[in-house]
């Protein structure tokens, strides 16, 4: 993340309180790092926790200079730096916080009782746990990211933070996430297998365990350099180690994808059940074999904003051919299909869905993006046609769906059908569909269409000093109403490599995280960073964020905003989705689809149970 | 129901613990190739000509998160390929423990084969590749140079050490022996007759999805057993045209669902 205009501010709050970490030994193992994170976050454990502590949205921005602003035609005093944000500075001494209160964050938390305090040196005696335990125990030949970032950033910790990012292995390793089940059980860990981690993960279960008998739901740990944010449900607590800078109600998010995904493969209800039944069930049973598609899921959150903006990107494409498409799909159906679904390029083309499916519901993007997900860890051999059972969390976490998955433009493999049928025995049935759908594609010529369809270049837009932007609209009209979207052109140059990909991606979240703090949320932010000038907006109708270049002045900015925003609306036909047909399927509708235990819906677990 | 797709006249099924190279197996054979795979969701649907006959093949995950939809794969199944890693202990048990049972729902004429798969890091000679008309395979994305493997004496399992093509050889977990055995408690399992069924030596393979070694030779002997259950079934249904396809298959005079099979 990129800090342009307060380096120095930074800087010197950084030296106030930069443990001596020249002066840590070299560590190689994450339970280490941890410990020298403890290291950061509590030069003198007994002193700082003894004092107050103080809960707080996010260290990071604690000295940022952002420009806000109620509305667009506000006449800024200057184009650079319009105010600057006192808002953090009297935390800017960068105290390590130990952020344990469920609710009310952002606040002086003048209540730093007994048990706050306990449980910070327990998180310090706990680290310090680890760092014993686990010398010696290798994490996959690779370094923490922790650790990397601590000997990378702290002697040129004053500026250029950015350079760093280009790295590789900073970008592969800065986030580091583990699951386990709330018996301390190992169940997942991003990198290195959980066994070689499995007394660091004890470390952290003992942290939640001990946090949640006193009644507090540990939820956060701050250093300067790094977020550890800690998420239960049900029987999994979900952890993740951070320095992307990211805020932690991002990092709770996405920890919420990885939850999301574990339950698509397992459902919530049979996760309950096999833990009521067996408190320290090894989970890694039922998901061996699934890492792949939880690496994939941490590397699209990572790289893919649809996940950040929690809405769906599709293909644009002339609405003539979208709605073409929709209606084959609507032809070609079955009983209990419920949804179908064309993907191109890992893009939506179109959806439909079934009527009284619609009518409670909409299809939820977090779904969408598992679905994806799931087509895409799973593409290997792509002359098949699949048919598996997957549950949709947000539609209803305890029933499974069955999808039939086949790629329509063999040996490419880049158009792709989903069919979501409710009823696990009819793959024939709706295999029946995919050819219908073929034939009909075959007579409109649709591949090739669909072939020439691509993301547009924001060149397009014809607003110059304007290099990149992400809208999101909001169900304006009704037609959005089935599914949150946004639209954003093509990652070009400077954008085009990997590190800038993510260098802006980082800006954004950092936008993100300013316009949706709990504390403190903004309409507006406009922000000059060092390389880029970056406005989000937010308003009752949409949320968009923009990216110019640096030397555009403030007025430029929002004359290109009005364009933009005018381009968008002409071309919203091509950009969304607009008007989703439906069909009916369902022999006699119910109109509990979602929630209630329809009858429709398979609520078994596959046969698994039977195993344990 | 109508339909335009070629109905399969017989389906077969693969099943097998995770990461014995079920779908390896099946890729080489379908694509000639072998390359990395994906752990497989749920099940893979394949359909493969054989002469005029249409063969179904579902590639089954062997993930114990899909373990009770083995039994709707197999359903009316002619054919279940019992595969296990020969380097695997364990594999092999699975087959016995957690797999058998699914296979209830097969026909009751169905025809089981034993294939120890990763032949490759056990044995010199599946290095050669053997398919059905004894010319050695192309091994395409194979890397392994094709020098002269050691000739074996009729011995099934491998020498301590032998010179390798792909460096060490790992222990052989699962003899020849211990398949044949395993084939003779399926029969009992299912209450044949050793006698009146297939003979070990027949359905028990050893192959390597790597270098090709066996492949064709399992999935080609399995096309041709299964030829007369296809002969059957296309002569019931001249007799009775209406009647579901499925329907005369089902083991246990299931009623068959519409479409389903
Ligand atoms: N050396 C060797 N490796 C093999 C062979 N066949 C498969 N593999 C490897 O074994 C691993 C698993 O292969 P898959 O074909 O995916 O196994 P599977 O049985 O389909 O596994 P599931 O889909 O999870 O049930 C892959 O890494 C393959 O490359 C073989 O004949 N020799
Ligand atoms: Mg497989």
């Known amino acids: 993340m990129e800090r342009a205009n307060h380096q120095e501010g930074e800087a010197q709050g950084v030296r106030i309180c930069d ?123 690779r370094s923490s990211p922790l650790l990397e970032a601590g000997t990378q950033e702290s002697p040129t910790f004053t500026s250029h933070r950015d350079e760093d990012v280009t790295a590789d292995s900073w970008r592969q390793h800065r986030k580091h996430v583990f699951v386990l089940s709330e018996a301390g059980k190992p169940i997942y860990s991003r990198y290195g297998s959980e066994e070689a981690l499995s007394s660091t993960m004890g470390v952290m279960m003992a942290l939640v365990s001990f946090v949640q008998s006193s009644d507090n739901i540990i939820r956060s740990v701050y250093s300067e350099e790094h977020t550890v944010v800690f998420l239960q449900k049900g029987p999994l607590v979900l952890v993740c180690v951070s320095s992307s800078r990211q805020s932690e109600q991002q990092l709770r998010g996405e920890l919420m994808y990885v939850y999301y995904q574990i339950i698509s493969m397992l459902t919530q209800a049979s996760i309950s059940r096999i833990f009521e039944h067996k408190k320290n069930y090894d989970l890694r049973r039922l998901l061996a074999g699934s890492e792949k598609i939880l690496d994939g899921l941490l590397n699209l959150v990572d790289s893919d904003p649809s996940f950040l903006l929690a809405a769906v990107h599709c293909l644009p494409l002339a609405s003539s051919l979208r709605d073409s498409l929709s209606q084959i799909l609507q032809k070609a159906i079955t009983p209990n299909l419920v949804f179908s679904i064309l993907i191109a390029k890992n893009q939506l083309l179109t959806i439909v869905q079934e009527k009284t499916v619609i009518e409670d519901t909409r299809l939820e993007p977090a ?22 059972p997957i549950c949709l969390p ?72 304007l290099r990149h932007f992400m809208y999101k609209p909001f169900d304006v009209p009704d037609n959005y109403r089935q599914l949150t979207q946004f639209t954003s052109p093509e990652m070009e140059a400077p954008y085009g490599s990997e590190e800038e990909k993510m260098r802006l991606l980082d800006l954004y979240r950092y936008m993100h995280s300013r316009i949706h703090s709990t504390s403190r949320p903004l309409k507006l932010i406009y922000h ?85 | 129901m109508p339909d335009k797709m070629k109905r399969p006249d017989v389906k077969l099924v693969l099943l097998g613990d995770m990461n014995v190279g079920k779908t390896s197996l099946l890729h080489r054979y379908m694509e000639r190739k072998f390359k990395e795979t994906v752990s497989t969701v ?12 249409n063969i179904s093949i579902w590639d089954t995950a062997g993930r114990e998160q899909f373990h009770g939809l083995g039994s709707m794969y197999c359903r009316g199944a002619a054919a279940v390929i019992l595969t296990y890693d020969v380097t695997n202990w364990q594999s092999l048990a699975e087959l016995e423990e957690r797999f058998l049972s699914l296979t209830d729902t097969a026909n009751h004429d169905c025809i089981y084969a034993i294939v120890g798969n990763k032949a490759d890091l056990t044995d010199p000679k599946a290095h050669l590749s053997r398919t059905s008309d004894g010319q050695p395979e192309d091994q395409t994305e194979c890397e392994e140079e094709r020098t002269e493997p050691q000739v074996l004496s009729a011995c099934p399992t491998p020498p301590a050490s032998p010179a390798s093509l792909s460096g060490v050889m790992l222990h052989k977990q699962v003899t020849h022996e211990d398949a044949v055995a395993l084939y003779g408690r399926i029969l009992r399992y299912k209450g044949l007759d050793e006698k009146s069924s297939l003979p070990a030596e027949k359905v028990c393979f050893e192959t390597s999805a790597k270098t090709g070694y066996n492949v064709d030779a399992l999935f080609e002997t399995m096309f041709d057993l299964v030829l007369p259950s296809i002969l059957r079934k296309r002569h019931e249904n001249q007799e009775s045209p209406t009647v579901d396809l499925e329907d005369s298959q089902g083991a246990h005079s299931r009623k068959a669902r519409i479409g389903c099979c």
């Open chain 1, 19 to 141: 443990p001596p970490s020249e002066s840590n030994p070299p560590a190689d193992t994450l339970a280490t790092s941890l410990s020298l994170l403890g290291n950061h976050m509590f030069p003198d454990p007994v002193e700082r926790l003894g004092s107050t502590t103080v809960s707080r949205d996010d260290p990071a921005n604690s000295s940022d200079v952002t420009a806000e602003e109620p509305s667009v035609d506000a006449e800024p005093p200057s184009n650079q730096l319009m105010k600057l944000e006192t808002e953090d500075t009297e935390t800017s001494e960068s105290q390590p916080v130990v952020s344990a209160q469920p609710a009310d964050r952002g606040t002086e938390d003048a209540a730093a009782d007994n048990d706050q305090n306990d449980s910070g040196e327990f998180v310090v005696a706990m680290l310090a746990k680890a760092k014993l335990e686990e010398q010696g125990i290798g994490v996959k030949g």
């Open chain 1, 367 to 388: 779904d969408v993006h598992l679905l994806l997900n799931l087509i895409g860890a799973s593409s290997a051999f792509q002359a098949g046609e699949i048919w598996t």
């Open chain 1, 394 to 465: 947000l539609f209803n976490p305890d029933c499974y769906f069955y999808a039939y998955i086949s790629y329509l433009d063999p040996p490419d493999c880049t158009v792709c059908l989903l069919l979501l049928s409710t009823d696990k025995e009819a793959f024939y049935a709706v295999a029946e569909c995919k050819r219908k759908i073929e034939e009909a594609m075959e007579t409109q010529n649709s591949l090739s269409l669909i072939a020439k369809a691509q993301s547009y270049s924001v060149s397009q837009v014809g607003v110059s000093d």
């Open chain 1, 528 to 612: 000059v960073a060092e390389r880029e000038t970056l406005l989000a907006w937010v308003t009752s109708k949409f949320e968009l964020y923009t990216c110019f270049s640096p030397l555009v002045t403030k007025a430029c900015a929002i004359t290109a905003i009005t364009k933009l925003l005018r381009w968008i609306k002409k071309e919203e036909d091509r950009l969304f989705i607009r008007y989703p047909p439906k069909y009916s399927t369902t022999p006699n509708p119910s109109k509990s689809s979602r929630g209630g235990k329809s009858d429709q819906q398979d609520s078994t677990d596959n046969g698994f149970l039977s195993l344990l």
């Open chain 2, 42 to 53: 749920g099940g893979a649907f394949f359909l493969k000509q054989w002469g005029p006959y």
